[in-house]
């Protein structure tokens, strides 16, 4: 066995050997993965991302498309519990959805457009100018990402879901002072299960909305005493109540919030409590899954 | 008989960070009498019979004694000046400018360092919201207070970046940018390579390897930090000498197919300091740095590199560069004391044949040797450390080279064609996932040694480990003969 610059042969085979294997499987693993993924979702899921004192919802329809609903807060924390839940080998958000442009809800975004392709991005974010919504702005500008502009009675079809938007009219966007006024409220009907979402709405906008009943019902503005009405839990009957709170020095959850929606008989899950909370649905059947889950 | 130059070197190098050190940690009355003492008994062995031996002790005595007592005046001299540079209105809402000096960090908020300009002198730390983002090289206009820094975190914080203040979420406008700044090419190099781990690798396995490969941790989540620390592997993420050798091993392989070998180890050598600058300049990729060109100017010069002053010559560049480093900087006295560990504690291990057990028999005894010499800082500093560091340490030791090859190879297919680039992002995935893998399996089995630890008592384990280690030498040299 002869040996060249100190080199031996045999070792030097050997070791490119390991390394090919090695590569082989790391190969056979990654595309395993692409090939699992690639098979279309079937089940609805709704993802509440815990993202500290902010709002993020991953809403997954059957047939794979994938809305992200707000991205929560400047702290990275969307982008990180996206990556854990999106298929590492499509990272991909059809729509983004944002309810409004305020900091705990588009402050995310830049983050999320940076770590993942996405479709486009809807929301009313010609109605704020801090530097975030620049920094937004620039990077849907910069990576060609399309804008949509959602108004009540818009509708999003996919197979057989569909997204109804239940708030607000033009008129609202016109003359809003506040810029929750202006918050998105999106109905999202899929598998047999329904789900509002509404942002950082306050009562009197709540009592105006009046959808029919929902099964989960993400509590408006992190559960202020200013934001959920009595008629609307009332109206809607949810199952389910999901507040997206974080530490915050506001108070959020209310108290009186938490009793209102007690007195109707919602299980309530906090993403401050139970982490990040995922609902699966399907044939008239609701599963949670999160952190010390008060519901089955 | 004299002193060889290269003794005279070490001495005075060694000398004159002692004395820095001493300085630092507010001896200099003591330092100053024990050195007259020093010097006298010196002295008085130098006139007594004047044997070839007696009187190299003497020169070596006076030359370190020189050398402490100008460590010592070096430290507070350049405390002086740094004081008499820095003109700061603190704790009153004022109006300044100056130009970001760093690559800005953008966590839950965004920090920098920024540089001010007259009629202030300076610099301050700045911690403002994440957006807009700021550059190395942005002049800023900035409205608020900066207060002196105080409690132990911006204490060494402060200490550790050189900066005089602290301004927090003061009002800011970008009025301009620095024309012909190089520090902002470099960052925004650095930034390109992130970029593409972070398009191309889910978070987690973005964040390890833009740690291991750019030494960025502003990723690193809270859970993956602490499994880090459980599992011994922290240093991964301060770039050293295997990512110095890892990065001098690829561009020599290219290079030298181009230009001769002689153009391609300069080439080397500046874009080491490049590199170096543009992951921060943190101690312990410096010092990695600093031995990497001495190594490299060794081979141009077809001399002989002498470890121990290589070591020297690495601490006194580092020392001169950032006095308040030595005893201000853990990732510093970590970096080193690792170093010497593997340098002199290593071979007493008995070393095995090369690539023995695919080198994992050679990666246990680096990462015994250095852990063995950090562990009295490890406990001062954190309180606990983990007693089966060395299974991560060892898998990962060699994994950590090829990951970072792999992240400067994702980025050039990045750079050229990003599909193929995510294509190759899934393998890569697939094996930083193991990597990260390992980590928590390493982490859950965490056993903490937690003991106190006092300047004597970790004075007492470091003369046992250097009598073991003499010893040991002595045995072995010793039998060699016999």
Redesign the interface.
Known sequence: MSKENGQNPR?VRV?AL?LLI??AA??I???G??IANSRAQRNFSAVFLDVGQGDSSLVLLPGGAVILIDAGP???RS??E???ILP??R?TIDLVVISHPQLDHA?GL?EVI??NRVGAVAGHLALAS???V??IKERLKTQRIGSVRLIRGDKIRFGGSLIRVLYPPEAVLARAKDLNETSLVLLVESAGMRLLFTGDINAAIGNKIRPASATVLKVPHHGSKYGLSENLIRLIHPKIAVIEVGKNTYGHPAPEILRIIGKYGACILRTDQNGTIKITGGNNAVRVTAKNAPCP | MTLPVHDRFFIAAVGFCFGVGVASLGFGRELFLSSCLLVAAALAVACGKNTGVRRLISVAVLLSVSATISGAFFYNLSGRLAKMRTRVSFGAVAKYQGVVLSDPE???VQEFILKLEKPYAGKVIVRT?????YQSGDRLALEGKINKPAGRYWGWKAKAEQASGIALFPKIKRIGQKERSFRRVLFGFKNRIA?AF??NL???E?SFVEGVTLGIRE?I?ADLADAFRKSGTTHLLALSGQNITALSSILVAALVRLVRRRAATLITCAAIIGFVIMVGADSSVVRAGIMGIIASGALLLGRIRSERNAIAAAMLCMVLWRPDALVFDVGFQLSFLALIGIVYLKPIFGGGRP?QF?GLVDAAQTTLAAQIMVLPLILAAFGSAPVFGIIGNVALSSLVPHTMTAGFFLTGLDVVFRPVAELFG??????VGAELKIIEWSANAFVGLALPVSAFSAGMYYAIVVALMIYVKRKRAKSARG
């Open positions: 070792g070791h390991a090695i590569s790391a190969a693993v990654a595309f993965t692409v400047a702290n990275k982008a990180e996206l990556s854990k590492k080998t990272r402050g830049p940076k770590r801090s530097s975030v620049q920094e | 953008q966590k839950a919201q994440n957006y807009p983002e970029d972070r398009w889910p978070f987690r973005a990723n989540t690539g695919w899934w393998v890569l995935q697939a094996v």
